[in-house]
């Protein structure tokens, strides 16, 4: 009688718990990057998820981590604990383990954001900092917006080189919208440049491949009206020294950016087909294709059993951005 009093509180107790926890709101946080299961929300959490099947001979057990919107990943959870239920037990270490896994899986059951495992797989997956995951009203996290600025300094000076009314102008423009994946609007784009194209480029914050997008992009917008004057060839120079690279690079992504256009080589192409990006995609839209590729298969991603393939196909797509990047060449 005492013991089933004692358990039906400690149920209820439990119960108003996880309603209390249910109804936390999320602080805000949200990523550049879709949720991979729906598409179409942010990612705002990741949850470490365990998993047990046995089959009465075999266990197959190990885990994983789940990062998507609060929805996706909370449905995920679930699922997965349903699954650890129904066929976790059948055999004898699996009946061990499963106990466990269940306990390890249910507080990801509970509808909330967890910041500090998502923090732990972002800086895994692209060493991005904990500031990349404030976004502020206009979409952008700050060290995106350090990023763009950086890009305004650097290409608003190609750009300037033939007067502020010519193509390359216009083309600047363009290229800081098609980089901020649509979260810039036109307005905002040419206030960006406006503001930065006279700046000091200071690169001290950014990383190599930050660095080297911002050089394609400068060398496209240069090459925007089908010529290279050579008053734009210096001020690339220029850009590509302040970027901390040698002057040499701009002559490299320019015959690669001809190369590209008449689709000739074998190694570009399949790279792109490998980002799923067109032969004429400008770095910012390979970028993009390159950051979701990352994020969908990234190794802590996924399941314990499709973990070693995951690893493979990680490599593949670092390799493709890399050849599209060009330094190597
Ligand atoms: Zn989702």
New binding site residues.
């Given amino acids: 009688m005492v013991a089933g009093m004692t358990i039906t509180l400690v149920v209820l107790a439990a119960l108003t718990l996880v309603y209390f926890l249910q109804r936390t709101e999320p602080t805000g946080t949200n990523l550049m990057i879709d949720?991979p299961?729906?598409q179409?929300?942010p990612i705002q959490t990741a949850r470490r998820l365990w998993v047990v099947r046995s089959f009465i001979l075999s266990t197959r057990y190990g885990d994983y981590t789940a990062v998507?919107?609060i929805?996706?990943v909370t449905k995920v959870a679930r699922r997965e604990l349903f699954a650890d239920l129904a066929l976790g037990w059948w055999s004898a270490p699996g009946l061990l383990l499963t106990p466990y896994a269940l306990l390890r899986t249910a507080p990801a059951c509970i509808r909330r954001e967890n910041r500090r495992e998502l923090e732990k797989v972002l800086q895994a997956a692209f060493q991005v900092s904990v500031d990349d995951l404030n976004v502020g009203a206009d979409g952008l996290s700050n060290s995106f917006r350090l990023m763009l600025r950086t890009v305004a300094a650097a290409i608003g000076k190609v750009a300037a080189v033939d007067g502020r009314s010519g193509d390359e102008w216009s083309a600047a423009i363009a290229a800081l919208r098609d980089l901020s994946d649509g979260k810039l609007g036109l307005p905002e784009a040419e206030a960006l440049l406006d503001q930065n194209w006279n700046r000091r480029i200071d690169p001290s914050e950014l990383d190599r491949e930050q660095r080297l997008v911002i050089l394609h992009i400068a060398v496209a917008v240069a090459d925007a009206d089908d010529a290279v004057s050579p008053d734009e060839m210096l001020a690339l120079r220029r850009v590509s020294m302040a970027l901390g690279f040698d002057a040499r690079l701009v002559d490299s992504l320019l015959v690669a950016s001809e190369v590209n256009g008449s689709g000739e080589d074998a190694e570009r192409r399949d790279a792109e087909n490998r980002l799923g990006v067109e032969p004429n995609a400008t770095i910012g839209e390979v970028r993009s294709a390159w950051k979701r590729l990352a994020f969908a298969n990234h190794p802590d991603r996924a399941t314990p059993e499709d973990r070693a393939a995951a690893h493979q196909k990680m490599v593949e797509i670092n390799d493709a951005y890399e050849v599209l990047l060009g330094s190597s060449r």
């Fill in positions: 949720c299961e729906c179409f929300a998507g919107c929805e996706c």
